[in-house]
């Protein structure tokens, strides 16, 4: 709220008994209504509200997002998507090729500034609402990589676009980013690298919760998403070089 965003506001609550009297920010979220007419309109005001949250971080305020956490979301892959889901067993050999992508993705995630991220930054915590947009789910919030939250919201796990909106919403993020003295890269070619790499290690923590969210939880819907997940991984796997062991890990 501080820093300008559209949030429910609590009136009143009752920890102990779990209640908790809050604003209402309407029915509707951006995965709802979105279409090719109003994407534009939307992802322009997400964008907008994104910038004015990383604007306001603060050193010392939410715990880190770094090494440690980036690798334990990583490790749900293989865990979940490859051992239970796939029901594969890596070798010697596919176990190198994994640690080899690990450790290129963690290098390139823990080179990006720091500021807060939201961690699930994507249409569906996006309300439809006055202002726009009306943002929930930020309760797991970390101080992480600048490329974290544009990267969750234009790779969405549950909605997909073509690659020129998709280039054209984060070069109109990345120059509102530098105007408001941000840290991203100077230049986007640079930046782009790092929102993809940073997609990368959404996409494998996600197939691993999907994945769990069927196998543990009986949450088998999330099972239809998982295609669009694994392509968004082998795409950005199959496009940089010192990625070529993750895309044949992915293949198999």
């Known amino acids: ?6 949030v429910p506001r609590v009136y009143a609550a009752d920890e102990m008994q779990g209640f908790a009297l809050i604003s209402d920010l309407g029915k509707e ?6 279409n090719e007419e109003n994407a534009a309109k939307l992802f322009d005001a997400a964008t907008s509200a994104l910038v004015k949250w990383q604007k306001a971080s603060r050193p010392g305020q939410l715990p880190l997002y770094g090494r440690e956490v980036l690798l334990r979301e990583l490790n749900l892959f293989p865990e979940w998507y490859v051992k239970r889901h796939c029901g594969v067993e890596w070798d ?10 690990v450790d290129a ?25 006055d202002p726009l947009p009306g943002v929930i789910d930020f309760q797991d919030a970390l ?3 600048v490329t974290y939250d544009i990267a ?9 676009w073509d690659e020129a909106f998709v280039l054209d919403v984060t070069i109109r993020y990345w120059e509102k980013a ?6 991203v890269a100077e230049d986007f070619a640079d930046f782009w690298r790092q929102f993809e790499w940073m997609g990368l290690q959404r996409h494998l923590k996600v197939l691993g919760i999907f994945a769990r969210l069927a196998l543990r939880d009986g949450k088998r819907q999330y099972l239809d998403d998982i295609p669009r997940v694994w392509t968004y991984a082998h795409r950005v796997a199959s496009r940089y070089q010192g990625l070529g062991p ?3 890990l992915l293949e198999q």
């Open 246 to 248: 993750l895309a044949r």
């Open 1 to 6: 709220a501080a820093a300008g965003l559209n």
């Open 105 to 129: 993705i963690l290098k390139s995630n823990l080179a990006d500034a720091k500021v807060f991220v939201h961690r699930d930054f994507m249409p569906r915590n996006l309300m439809v609402s």
């Open 178 to 183: 530098r105007k408001a003295g941000l840290p």
């Open 92 to 101: 010697a050999k596919h176990e190198k090729w994994w640690q080899m992508s």
């Open 29 to 34: 979220t951006f995965l709802d209504v979105l």
């Open 143 to 145: 101080m992480g990589p």
């Open 152 to 160: 969750s919201l234009m790779r969405d796990a549950f909605i997909s």
